[in-house]
Structures are given as structure tokens and as C-alpha cells.
């Protein structure tokens, strides 16, 4: 059924009545036509009416608005140009619809922060579920403000960028460091680059973490994740296969040590130097190569400390991670992180990358471990 001639003349008669009460009704009535009545109103109709009421919208008084985006707010459908009017409202009566609203598109969301008004970001970055490029967007155009609500949004989607963009952030703000360190899908090699900049407390805080998770399960993960690195990959060129034929080759003697990576840095052989490397300190190949494009060089040296390689071996590898002529110019002063991080401490710190190994396959039993955290806090 659709609405009778006579109701709609009515509602074109109304809209002759410029006073501000006589508007403020007429948008409430065609709001509970829209909503209460779906099956009133031809398509047509209703994107007449959505026009009007967002008209109606844009010259009403605020209460009139605050009722209105109230009636919408759980609506699934609602009248979209309506909604994105009251979404540009003033804040108060836009930040609940803009943080639980369900009717806003991806495409929605980032056409609101591209506009770039702080507290709708805020609002935007509290929604219960956040799309990686949702994310992204907040991260690269909020302020601190936005930014801090993202981060601690557990429901939001971080992708690399983003982590990085926000983990460069908390190196400068503080109070983004604790929701990130409490974040359980933070990669490893993101959480090992924070342990080095924030505060004891939290340092503290991710070593209590990888203290839950099981030395037999992280044993398990390395058995698992050497015996893959010996199994030809569909992605090995000729330079890969003969590299890791070497490593099948060296481990069936159980060779693979320092002394073996050593005579491979010498001849120069960066693939199976990568895969000696990921043997020795029981990560994937990915992770391995993560850990040499760290140019901080924090990473190779958890992952020499935990693997009981030396410092002078650490001094080798270090030229390949980040850029040469980089490493060339802090090398002084970055190698004494050999020294100054623990066996004990990278050992821990290590659990969560060669546990990530198999993040993939048992993403659930390893997302439960790290969350484990939160009530390990409330118990102390």
C-alpha cells in the first residue's frame, strides 16, 4: 500500500508554513511515515521524502534534530541523506549516531573523516567494528585524541600501516603505549619494538604476557617451523632451491649453527643466510626477513640473544638489516643493545615471534593466550 493522495497533499500543503514549529513537526511526521510505515511509500516516494527531511533537517532546532537522529540511531534503513545530515550536526545529537548508527557505509565513514572535524573522529573510532581502511584513515587523519580511542577499540582492524603509524605515535605519546601493548593481534615484531621505548610498567607487562604462553607449546611451534623451512616453497626461484637444498643438506647432520652462518656470510649467500637465520632462531622465513628490515637493529639482537649467537655474530649480521650506510653511522651505538637486553628477556620476548609461526593455523588458541593478559593484570 502506499501512502494516499490526500496524506501526501497534506504534507505538501504543511511545507507551505515556513514557521520553525510548523517545520520541526512536519519533519518529525514524515520521519514516522519513513520508519514506522516502510511499505507506505513507493521508492520513489521515499527518496522524495529523504530530500525533504534532510532540508527540514538542515533548518530545524536542535531538539528537533536530537529526536529525530534518536529515531534513526537502530535503524537499518534509514533515510540516507537524513542521516548524513544529522551526522554534520552539531556534535552532541552526531557522535552517537556516528559511533553506533548502523546504517553508514565504509565509503560513508571515510568521506566524514576526510572532513577532518575531530570529535566526529573520536566518534567514528569508538564503533564497535573497524575495516582495516576505516582504520586507516583515522590513524593517518586523527588527532591524538582519535587516535587514543582507535587503539584501545579492540573490534578495530589494525593493518600494517596503521600499527605502524600509531606505534610511531607512542614512541612521542605515552598514553597510547598501554592500549597497544594490550592489544592481542599486535605483531610480535611490532610488540618487540615497543618493549624498547615505553615505560617499565608495561615493559613489565608484555614480559608477564609471554610468560603465559607455554615453553612446550613455543617448542612445538619451532620443530614445526624448522621442518617447513626444508620443504621446497612454489615461490623458489633456482637461487631459493639451491639455498634451501643446502639447509636440508646441513641439517640432516644437525649443522646448522653459528659456525655454518658465519662461512655463508662470508661466501655471501643472503638466501640461505636468511634461512640459516630463521632455523637457528626458530621463526619462518617472513619473520626472518622482518627481523633484517628492522634498521634498528632491536630486533636481531632478541633474536641473537635468545638464540645464544654471539655478540661478534650479531656485529656480522648487523649490515643487513636496514640500510647500509645507516648502519654504518649508529653501528657504536646500536650494538650495545647486545648487551643491554638479557638472555632471559629475549628469550621471552621471542616466544611471541616463534609462536607467530603458526598464528595461522591456531589463530584462535594463540589470540586467547595473549588476551590472557588482561586477567593476569586484574589478578595482581
Known amino acids: 500500500m502506499t501512502a494516499g493522495l490526500s496524506q501526501l497533499s497534506q504534507f505538501v500543503e504543511r511545507a507551505r508554513d515556513c514557521s520553525v514549529p510548523a517545520r520541526a513537526a512536519l519533519l518529525r511526521d514524515l520521519a514516522d511515515l519513513y520508519l514506522t510505515q516502510p511499505n507506505a511509500l513507493s521508492e520513489k516516494a521515499r527518496r522524495g521524502f529523504d530530500a525533504v527531511m534532510a532540508t527540514l533537517c538542515s533548518q530545524a532546532d536542535a531538539q528537533t534534530r536530537r529526536e529525530v537522529a534518536e529515531k534513526i540511531l537502530v535503524t537499518p534503513s534509514p533515510p540516507k541523506q537524513l542521516l548524513l545530515t544529522l551526522a554534520r550536526a552539531e556534535i552532541s545529537i552526531a557522535a552517537p549516531l556516528l559511533r553506533d548508527g548502523l546504517a553508514f557505509s565504509d ?42 580511542v582507535l587503539v584501545k577499540n579492540q573490534g578495530a582492524a589494525l593493518s600494517a600501516v596503521t600499527t605502524h603509524t600509531l606505534v610511531n605515535a607512542a614512541r612521542k605519546r605515552p598514553e597510547l603505549q598501554k592500549p597497544l601493548t594490550t592489544r592481542y593481534d599486535l605483531p610480535p615484531n ?16 608484555i614480559l608477564a604476557r609471554a610468560g603465559m604462553i607455554e615453553p612446550a607449546l613455543v617448542r612445538d611451534a ?30 640432516a647432520r644437525d649443522a646448522i649453527d653459528e659456525a655454518f652462518l658465519k662461512e655463508l656470510l662470508a661466501a655471501r649467500e643472503r638466501p640461505a643466510i636468511l634461512l640459516a637465520f630463521a632455523y637457528i632462531t626458530g621463526v619462518d622465513f617472513r619473520a626472518a626477513q622482518m627481523i633484517f628490515k628492522d634498521a634498528s637493529l632491536e630486533s636481531l639482537a632478541v633474536a ?3 638464540s645464544k649467537l654471539s655478540r661478534e ?32 628477556i629475549a628469550e621471552r620476548l621471542m616466544r611471541f615471534w616463534r609462536l607467530h609461526a603458526r598464528a595461522a593455523a591456531d589463530s584462535a588458541k594463540i589470540a586467547s593466550l595473549l588476551r590472557g593478559v588482561e586477567g593476569l593484570s586484574a589478578a595482581g
Not at 133 to 139: E, N, S, T, Y
Not at 192 to 205: G, Q, S, T
Not at 226 to 247: C, K, N
Request: net charge negative.
Open 107 to 148: 565509503q560513508d565513514l571515510v568521506a566524514m573523516v576526510a572532513e577532518g572535524d575531530p570529535d566526529r573522529l573520536a566518534a567514528i573510532a569508538g564503533r564497535k567494528r573497524i575495516s582495516e581502511p576505516l582504520a586507516d584513515a583515522l590513524a593517518a587523519r586523527g588527532d591524538a585524541k582519535t587516535q587514543a
Open 304 to 306: 641473537c640473544r635468545a
Open 190 to 205: 611490532v610488540l618487540i619494538r615497543m618493549f624498547f621505548f615505553v615505560a617499565p610498567d608495561l615493559r613489565k607487562e
Open 222 to 251: 619451532m620443530d614445526a617451523t624448522r621442518d617447513s623451512l626444508l620443504i621446497p616453497a612454489q615461490i623458489d626461484g633456482a637461487e631459493a632451491h639451491e639455498a634451501r637444498s643446502v639447509i636440508q643438506e646441513r641439517a
Open 313 to 344: 655474530m650479531f656485529e656480522a649480521l648487523a649490515p643487513l638489516a636496514g640500510k647500509t650506510s645507516a648502519n654504518d653511522m649508529r653501528a657504536p651505538v646500536m650494538l650495545d643493545l647486545y648487551e643491554k637486553i638479557s638472555p632471559e
